[in-house]
């Protein structure tokens, strides 16, 4: 970050009150003060002192007070050098009035942090699995016919029944992704300054001051 001191302005950079907010833009420059364009349609152009400039950043260049603050101040004519102080016509002294402003900077600090991790948990899933398996079906009826050959025996058949068994497994599946980032939220603060400035006391009667 550069001082206005040693970075010399230049045409077209932008002007900033020193809460951040664009004020306008250079058109010309003067040995002790600049002339700013405000406004897009409706252009406006005033006479701003050098002394006004906190720091210049690149082509960025950044005033003592806030873009209200600026826009406040009586800016319409071109302020006097110190050679228009010093060939004034006036046999009397000047007294300054001076005052203090407040500035504003911004540091970042780390505010916390947020762990995201993942941990393996376990469930039991139960599901209806339909099975089938075979049963012997008898059926009995009378029946009346001959038989063959004429000698009784004892016989038996086997017969094999078949049933299905259900069998479980596991597979790994990716079923969610958790997509990790970050947002930049902007709020305002408010935040407060005592400033002080000197007023001007003038102790004398009314028939000797001519206002």
């Known amino acids: 970050m550069t001082t206005n001191t040693t970075t010399p302005l230049q045409l077209g950079w932008d002007v900033f009150g020193s809460d951040g907010e664009k004020i306008g833009t250079i058109a010309a420059l ?3 003060y600049f002339i700013l364009e405000k406004g897009f349609l409706f252009t406006e152009e ?5 002394s006004a400039v906190s720091r210049v950043d690149h082509d960025h ?4 007070m806030t873009k209200a603050q600026a826009e406040a101040e009586d800016w319409s004519t071109p302020p006097m050098s110190e050679v228009d102080y010093a060939s004034r016509d006036t046999d009397g002294e000047v007294l300054e009035r001076r005052e203090e402003r407040m ?3 911004k540091d970042t600090t780390k505010a916390g942090a947020v762990r995201v991790g993942k941990r393996v948990v376990e469930e039991t899933q139960s599901v209806d699995v339909p099975v089938t398996r075979e049963e012997l079906v008898i059926e009995r009826r009378p029946v009346d016919r001959a038989a063959d050959g004429e000698t009784l025996s004892e016989d038996s058949v086997e017969i094999p029944v078949y049933e299905e068994q259900v069998r ?3 597979a790994t599946r990716v079923v969610e992704e958790l997509e990790i980032g970050k ?3 902007t709020d305002t603060e408010r935040v407060s300054e005592t400033v002080r400035r000197e007023e001007f006391d003038i102790d ?3 028939d000797t001051i001519r206002r």
């Open 46 to 50: 005033v006479h701003v002192p050098m």
């Open 183 to 185: 947002a930049a939220n």
């Open 204 to 206: 004398a009667d009314d």
């Open 30 to 32: 003067e040995s002790n």
């Open 168 to 170: 479980t497994g596991k």
């Open 61 to 64: 260049v950044y005033l003592v």
């Open 103 to 105: 500035t504003i900077d």
